[in-house]
């Protein structure tokens, strides 16, 4: 293979620093080419600096192909992933002015590399990331006073996204979820219409995006009195979180941190209603790898940040779900979201 | 073909009612069946009423193809515009128990079937997109007063946003722009820390997702006096506008409509800096067909909404767009964002 075409936009913006919505990147031989269409003409000289751009009417990625079968490129990767069956057909079209010999195999899968690359972050990453997380915890200490009963879940919501855009953030890095009372039994309540209970469970589970990095993270706090049946679960999805943080450092595996928590969970008699993994890799996207769940095997190298999220759903009455974001690093790990997690009650 | 496998989320949603993120729904011998996973069990029974649903342990499309291997089902479409190479290979996996003769040719690309259903609304979708018009309108008149010179275009972006949150919208359909002086000449200028001048335009283009139904409406307002040459280039992109939404009528393409606008911006000289299409369908998704561009063919049918929104962007100075959201009648056209377009000085 002497050619590879990246399409995936989060992956051209991490090669390139080009942020616009129709975009390919062609590596071949040395050399790095952009291509766009003339809305960004102007943006992808500015971001994209020293890279060759070119300018299509056409999709990106097509234009792309259409150069690469005049380069002299033997062999293309493309991700499989992220590339459709139509974009495919359209891309063997754009290349048919090779001989047919030529064209067979030309374009050959080659799985998520760029992804892969992106899981390690470097210094300038992690320095982005640390704001979004800071943005974040700043955004649930500030929100604590709204939390009172009889407001609703989007109110809650809607005093966060301000927040978040006055601190700087461009969106939201998904829906926010919020989720009181039984809602908090679902693991992704998005904030609804429904009004905070006098007594019952909030699950805060929102991020920012800012200057292009996603936060993550989850708090669960408590209105009123609560339950001892709430706090021993509160108290036992906490310390799942904190055995799965203890377990992070270099060379374990994703599967050993899923399996800190989740064996605090067993313990409690809890494991059924941890119905999801426990974490994934946040960075310009808000899932990225690597997969924190049971039996990956993949190995943590500092740099990686992931998240780390157990729950516990009990279906039909509450749910509790704590979450940080955490940096692997060359001796442990750093936990990026310090807000507190001991028990809240308002 | 005797069978029909969904996977593009919001035809799903269209199909079925049901709105997880993973989902996939098969049509076959007059039966439907929805594939989802644990995470969804309480919601798909709720939301998608009467249909069959199976609960598994793997990506929907997978399940959905195992059992297509499994039923008497010869030939299957599927939407190759939607389902990545890597995808089909897995799909392909999954219906291996199939003698390899009936596999041959089992999976067809179909092309946007359920997509183009889409495109014309019924009355209860109307009345949803009505709603969410409206509260677009309501953003947009009630933010006027936080318009003012050195606030950042964050600031107004986050003002809106929460209005949208406080008036039951679920999120915001796209990242909302506001661009304003020299920014204004972006097409894609979403809200940024700039800071708004004491003379020159701001552009606010936005949309909130009420009901799963998004919004979708562009404004340009004046800060301070206005040159002469900005309030001409405002009244011919006005022009524009209201003759391409006179041109909405059941029959007409959707190129003459795109034409209805551009040949106002030839006459005034600016053809040249209105560098996108007339409009787009709108509905479930911000993006949807008919597309409203240069020579399109698809004629316009009652109960389409689709956007008209004419823009003319003079390089490194400034821009003007002024768009509507536009249901198409049984005997024209209704304006379902009526928010005036008259040139307002703030």
Redesign the interface.
């Known amino acids: 293979m002497d050619g590879l075409l990246v399409t995936h936009l989060p992956d051209v913006r991490y090669l390139s620093g080009f942020t616009g919505?129709n975009a390919a990147l062609v590596l071949a031989g040395g050399r790095a080419v952009l291509f766009t269409d003339?809305?960004y003409t102007?943006?992808a000289k500015q971001e994209a600096r020293g890279l060759r751009v070119v300018i299509a009417k056409k999709a990106a990625a097509i234009a792309a192909s259409e150069w690469l079968a005049a380069a002299k490129v033997r062999r293309c990767g493309f991700d499989?992933?992220?590339?459709?069956?139509?974009?495919?057909?359209a891309m063997q079209k754009a290349i048919k002015i090779m001989p047919a010999k030529r064209r067979r195999g030309f374009f050959t899968?080659v799985g998520p590399l760029v992804a892969e690359l992106r899981w390690v972050k470097d210094s300038d990453e992690i320095r982005k990331m640390r704001r979004a997380a800071a943005l974040g915890c700043r955004l649930f200490e500030g929100v604590l006073k709204k939390i009172v009963p009889g407001v609703t879940e989007?109110?809650v919501?809607?005093?966060m996204?301000?927040g978040a855009?006055?601190g700087?953030a461009?969106?939201m890095s998904f829906?926010t979820i919020v989720a009181s009372a039984k809602r908090s039994a679902?693991?992704?309540g998005?904030?609804s219409?429904a009004k905070l209970p006098g007594r019952g469970f909030v699950t805060l589970d929102f991020g920012v995006v800012l200057d292009g990095y996603c936060s993550d993270m989850t708090r669960t706090v408590h209105l009123g009195n609560a339950l001892p049946r709430e706090r021993e679960v509160y108290d036992s999805v906490l310390e799942a979180q904190l055995n799965a943080v203890a377990a992070v450092r270099p060379g374990v595996t994703a599967g050993e941190v899923d399996e800190a928590a989740r064996k605090v969970l067993r313990r409690a008699g809890l494991a059924r209603y941890f119905?999801?993994s426990t974490g994934h890799g946040v960075g310009l996207e808000i899932h990225e790898g690597p997969r924190v769940a049971a039996k990956q095997k993949q190995v943590l190298q500092p740099g990686m940040v992931i998240t780390i999220e157990p729950g516990a759903y009990l279906?039909g009455t509450f749910g509790v779900r704590i979450e940080d974001m955490v940096l692997v690093t060359a001796r442990g790990a750093e936990v990026l979201t310090p807000s507190t997690k001991a028990w809240i009650e308002l």
Chains 1, 2 share one sequence.
């Open positions: 919505s003339g809305r102007a943006q499989a992933g992220r590339t459709t069956v139509l974009e495919m057909k899968a989007a109110s919501a809607a005093a996204e301000f855009r006055m700087g461009e969106a829906e679902m693991p992704h998005k904030a219409g119905s999801h279906p």
